[in-house]
Protein backbone atom coordinates (compact mmCIF):
# COMPACT_ATOMS: atom_id res chain seq x y z
CA UNK A 1 0.00 0.00 0.00
CA UNK A 2 1.01 3.33 -0.50
CA UNK A 3 0.25 6.06 1.75
CA UNK A 4 -0.15 9.97 0.66
CA UNK A 5 1.39 12.17 3.04
CA UNK A 6 -0.46 15.14 4.48
CA UNK A 7 1.61 18.52 4.39
CA UNK A 8 2.56 18.55 7.93
CA UNK A 9 3.77 14.90 7.67
CA UNK A 10 6.21 15.97 4.75
CA UNK A 11 7.00 19.08 7.18
CA UNK A 12 8.00 16.04 9.80
CA UNK A 13 9.68 14.11 7.57
CA UNK A 14 11.75 17.10 6.68
CA UNK A 15 12.86 17.49 10.32
CA UNK A 16 13.68 14.21 10.78
CA UNK A 17 15.97 14.85 7.21
CA UNK A 18 17.80 17.67 8.12
CA UNK A 19 19.52 15.62 11.44
CA UNK A 20 20.04 13.24 8.65
CA UNK A 21 21.36 16.00 6.69
CA UNK A 22 23.80 17.90 9.68
CA UNK A 23 25.35 14.37 10.53
CA UNK A 24 26.73 14.65 6.38
CA UNK A 25 27.57 17.88 6.99
CA UNK A 26 29.52 16.95 9.95
CA UNK A 27 31.37 14.26 7.99
CA UNK A 28 32.55 16.61 5.33
CA UNK A 29 34.81 18.48 7.92
CA UNK A 30 35.90 15.16 9.10
CA UNK A 31 36.60 12.90 6.22
CA UNK A 32 40.56 12.39 5.63
CA UNK A 33 43.08 9.58 4.97
CA UNK A 34 43.88 7.51 8.36
CA UNK A 35 40.34 8.24 9.66
CA UNK A 36 38.93 4.67 11.39
CA UNK A 37 35.48 3.96 9.93
CA UNK A 38 34.14 3.41 13.25
CA UNK A 39 34.31 7.07 13.87
CA UNK A 40 31.92 7.63 10.86
CA UNK A 41 29.86 5.01 13.29
CA UNK A 42 30.28 7.18 16.32
CA UNK A 43 29.72 10.41 15.40
CA UNK A 44 26.63 9.40 13.51
CA UNK A 45 24.88 8.07 16.41
CA UNK A 46 25.71 10.38 18.77
CA UNK A 47 24.74 13.23 16.66
CA UNK A 48 21.47 11.70 15.77
CA UNK A 49 20.66 10.93 19.17
CA UNK A 50 21.75 14.21 20.89
CA UNK A 51 19.65 15.67 18.00
CA UNK A 52 16.62 13.93 19.77
CA UNK A 53 16.45 10.88 16.99
CA UNK A 54 17.16 7.68 16.42
CA UNK A 55 19.26 5.64 13.35
CA UNK A 56 16.28 3.62 12.25
CA UNK A 57 18.88 1.15 10.43
CA UNK A 58 20.00 -0.15 14.17
CA UNK A 59 18.23 -3.00 14.70
CA UNK A 60 16.32 -3.63 11.50
CA UNK A 61 16.74 -7.17 10.14
CA UNK A 62 19.59 -7.90 13.03
CA UNK A 63 22.03 -4.89 11.26
CA UNK A 64 24.09 -3.41 14.41
CA UNK A 65 25.08 -0.37 13.05
CA UNK A 66 23.38 3.33 12.12
CA UNK A 67 25.44 3.25 9.16
CA UNK A 68 26.45 1.93 6.09
CA UNK A 69 29.93 2.65 4.83
CA UNK A 70 31.22 1.17 1.85
CA UNK A 71 34.70 1.91 -0.01
CA UNK A 72 35.81 1.53 -3.61
CA UNK A 73 34.25 -1.07 -5.40
CA UNK A 74 31.57 -1.50 -2.14
CA UNK A 75 29.06 -0.86 -4.19
CA UNK A 76 26.38 -0.83 -0.70
CA UNK A 77 25.86 -2.95 2.83
CA UNK A 78 29.38 -2.07 3.87
CA UNK A 79 29.69 -2.00 7.70
CA UNK A 80 31.54 0.58 9.77
CA UNK A 81 35.46 -1.95 10.51
CA UNK A 82 37.19 -1.23 13.88
CA UNK A 83 40.58 -0.49 12.44
CA UNK A 84 40.07 0.11 9.04
CA UNK A 85 41.60 3.21 8.22
CA UNK A 86 40.20 5.63 4.98
CA UNK A 87 43.13 5.92 2.31
CA UNK A 88 44.18 8.79 -0.21
CA UNK A 89 41.71 8.63 -3.12
CA UNK A 90 39.72 6.14 -1.86
CA UNK A 91 35.77 6.71 -3.03
CA UNK A 92 33.77 6.33 0.60
CA UNK A 93 29.80 6.27 0.57
CA UNK A 94 28.18 6.55 3.88
CA UNK A 95 24.23 5.62 4.22
CA UNK A 96 22.05 6.30 7.20
CA UNK A 97 18.21 6.22 7.90
CA UNK A 98 16.85 8.61 10.81
CA UNK A 99 13.57 8.36 12.85
CA UNK A 100 12.58 11.52 14.60
CA UNK A 101 9.28 11.67 16.02
CA UNK A 102 8.26 8.45 14.13
CA UNK A 103 9.47 10.06 10.75
CA UNK A 104 11.54 8.89 8.53
CA UNK A 105 14.43 9.91 6.23
CA UNK A 106 17.11 7.92 4.55
CA UNK A 107 20.11 9.47 2.40
CA UNK A 108 23.69 8.39 1.20
CA UNK A 109 26.68 10.12 0.02
CA UNK A 110 29.89 9.89 -1.41
CA UNK A 111 33.23 10.98 -0.15
CA UNK A 112 36.45 12.02 -1.94
CA UNK A 113 39.47 11.07 0.63
CA UNK A 114 42.16 13.34 0.28
CA UNK A 115 43.00 13.79 -3.15
CA UNK A 116 41.00 11.72 -5.97
CA UNK A 117 41.77 10.66 -9.64
CA UNK A 118 39.96 12.27 -12.57
CA UNK A 119 38.30 9.42 -13.03
CA UNK A 120 37.09 8.77 -9.86
CA UNK A 121 36.03 12.35 -9.58
CA UNK A 122 33.94 12.11 -12.57
CA UNK A 123 32.25 8.85 -11.04
CA UNK A 124 31.43 10.69 -8.18
CA UNK A 125 30.10 14.01 -10.02
CA UNK A 126 27.95 11.60 -12.76
CA UNK A 127 26.41 9.76 -10.31
CA UNK A 128 25.73 12.80 -7.85
CA UNK A 129 24.11 14.57 -11.46
CA UNK A 130 22.40 11.62 -12.32
CA UNK A 131 20.51 11.81 -8.78
CA UNK A 132 19.35 15.59 -9.61
CA UNK A 133 18.15 15.01 -13.36
CA UNK A 134 15.99 11.95 -11.31
CA UNK A 135 14.55 14.27 -9.00
CA UNK A 136 13.36 16.69 -11.69
CA UNK A 137 11.10 14.07 -13.37
CA UNK A 138 9.41 13.17 -9.71
CA UNK A 139 6.57 15.64 -10.41
CA UNK A 140 3.10 15.11 -10.15
CA UNK A 141 1.50 13.18 -13.33
CA UNK A 142 4.79 12.26 -14.79
CA UNK A 143 5.76 7.97 -14.11
CA UNK A 144 8.26 6.42 -12.01
CA UNK A 145 9.63 5.21 -15.42
CA UNK A 146 10.50 8.72 -16.25
CA UNK A 147 12.61 8.91 -13.32
CA UNK A 148 14.92 6.33 -13.86
CA UNK A 149 15.11 7.06 -17.21
CA UNK A 150 16.38 10.02 -16.80
CA UNK A 151 19.15 8.23 -14.58
CA UNK A 152 20.13 5.69 -16.71
CA UNK A 153 20.48 7.90 -19.74
CA UNK A 154 23.03 10.07 -18.59
CA UNK A 155 24.72 7.34 -16.84
CA UNK A 156 24.60 4.77 -19.08
CA UNK A 157 24.23 6.40 -22.73
CA UNK A 158 25.74 9.93 -22.03
CA UNK A 159 28.61 8.82 -19.39
CA UNK A 160 29.34 4.91 -20.28
CA UNK A 161 29.25 4.10 -16.77
CA UNK A 162 27.68 1.04 -14.82
CA UNK A 163 24.45 2.05 -13.60
CA UNK A 164 23.23 -0.56 -10.59
CA UNK A 165 20.14 -2.35 -11.36
CA UNK A 166 19.96 -4.72 -8.15
CA UNK A 167 19.49 -2.17 -5.79
CA UNK A 168 16.88 0.49 -6.04
CA UNK A 169 14.82 3.19 -4.43
CA UNK A 170 11.79 3.11 -2.49
CA UNK A 171 9.21 4.61 -0.76
CA UNK A 172 9.56 5.46 2.74
CA UNK A 173 7.12 6.58 5.47
CA UNK A 174 5.57 5.23 7.99
CA UNK A 175 8.90 2.93 7.45
CA UNK A 176 12.07 3.07 5.84
CA UNK A 177 11.28 0.99 3.26
CA UNK A 178 7.72 1.17 1.57
CA UNK A 179 6.26 0.92 -1.63
CA UNK A 180 6.72 1.49 -4.20
CA UNK A 181 10.02 0.27 -5.35
CA UNK A 182 11.77 3.11 -7.37
CA UNK A 183 14.63 1.89 -9.81
CA UNK A 184 17.20 4.18 -11.30
CA UNK A 185 16.79 3.07 -14.88
CA UNK A 186 13.62 2.31 -16.71
CA UNK A 187 11.41 3.42 -19.87
CA UNK A 188 9.86 7.37 -20.77
CA UNK A 189 6.10 7.05 -19.20
CA UNK A 190 6.35 3.44 -17.91
CA UNK A 191 5.32 2.75 -14.23
CA UNK A 192 3.33 3.94 -11.50
CA UNK A 193 1.70 7.62 -11.72
CA UNK A 194 3.07 10.16 -9.43
CA UNK A 195 0.76 11.75 -6.85
CA UNK A 196 1.52 14.63 -4.61
CA UNK A 197 1.85 13.37 -1.39
CA UNK A 198 3.91 10.80 -1.96
CA UNK A 199 7.38 10.50 -0.69
CA UNK A 200 10.45 7.90 -2.06
CA UNK A 201 13.98 7.83 -1.92
CA UNK A 202 15.89 8.20 -5.35
CA UNK A 203 19.26 6.20 -5.30
CA UNK A 204 21.50 6.24 -7.89
CA UNK A 205 24.94 3.93 -7.74
CA UNK A 206 27.02 3.98 -10.48
CA UNK A 207 29.84 1.80 -11.17
CA UNK A 208 32.90 2.82 -13.17
CA UNK A 209 32.78 -0.52 -15.78
CA UNK A 210 29.92 -2.63 -15.49
CA UNK A 211 26.43 -2.27 -13.72
CA UNK A 212 26.32 -5.70 -12.31
CA UNK A 213 27.15 -6.49 -9.09
CA UNK A 214 27.75 -9.50 -6.61
CA UNK A 215 28.15 -10.51 -3.26
CA UNK A 216 31.52 -10.55 -0.95
CA UNK A 217 31.27 -12.69 2.65
CA UNK A 218 33.69 -10.62 5.43
CA UNK A 219 34.03 -13.97 7.23
CA UNK A 220 35.69 -11.85 10.31
CA UNK A 221 32.50 -9.88 10.54
CA UNK A 222 30.08 -12.55 9.64
CA UNK A 223 28.51 -9.89 6.78
CA UNK A 224 27.82 -10.27 3.33
CA UNK A 225 27.39 -6.56 0.75
CA UNK A 226 27.85 -6.22 -2.22
CA UNK A 227 30.68 -5.00 -4.78
CA UNK A 228 31.06 -4.16 -7.94
CA UNK A 229 31.35 -7.44 -9.89
CA UNK A 230 34.17 -6.33 -12.28
CA UNK A 231 36.20 -4.59 -9.19
CA UNK A 232 35.63 -0.94 -10.69
CA UNK A 233 35.06 1.89 -8.10
CA UNK A 234 31.61 2.87 -7.13
CA UNK A 235 29.69 6.17 -6.26
CA UNK A 236 26.35 6.32 -4.57
CA UNK A 237 23.86 9.39 -3.67
CA UNK A 238 20.60 9.41 -2.33
CA UNK A 239 17.92 12.17 -0.81
CA UNK A 240 14.33 11.15 0.50
CA UNK A 241 11.94 13.76 -1.81
CA UNK A 242 8.60 14.71 -0.95
CA UNK A 243 6.04 14.79 -4.82
CA UNK A 244 3.92 18.63 -4.23
CA UNK A 245 2.21 20.45 -6.03
CA UNK A 246 5.33 23.13 -5.78
CA UNK A 247 7.53 20.62 -7.74
CA UNK A 248 9.97 17.75 -6.46
CA UNK A 249 10.82 18.83 -2.05
CA UNK A 250 14.02 17.49 -1.35
CA UNK A 251 13.62 16.18 2.54
CA UNK A 252 17.40 15.53 3.35
CA UNK A 253 18.91 18.19 2.01
CA UNK A 254 22.28 19.33 3.08
CA UNK A 255 22.90 22.51 0.88
CA UNK A 256 21.73 25.88 0.65
CA UNK A 257 22.37 27.01 -2.81
CA UNK A 258 22.59 24.10 -4.97
CA UNK A 259 19.08 23.00 -3.52
CA UNK A 260 17.46 26.29 -3.38
CA UNK A 261 14.29 25.51 -5.97
CA UNK A 262 13.69 22.40 -3.47
CA UNK A 263 14.14 23.34 -0.22
CA UNK A 264 10.59 22.98 1.70
CA UNK A 265 10.13 25.71 3.85
CA UNK A 266 8.89 25.11 6.92
Known amino acids: MITLKSPREIEMMAKSGAVLAGVHK ?22 ITEHGATPSEKGFDGYKFATC ?3 NDEVAH ?7 LLKEGDVLKVDMTVNKD ?8 TYKVGK ?26 NRLGDIGFACQDYIENQNHMGDVRELIGHGIQPTMHEKPNVPAYGEKGQGLRLKEGMTITIEPMVNLGTWEITDRYDKKDDWT ?22 GPKILTSQDDDIDEKYKLNF
Open 26 to 47: GLRKMIKPGLDTWEIEEFANKY
Open 69 to 71: VSI
Open 78 to 84: GIPRKGL
Open 102 to 109: GFESDSCW
Open 116 to 141: MSAEDEKLMQVCHDALYRGIDQAVIG
Open 225 to 246: YYVSADGTNSAQYEHTIAITKD
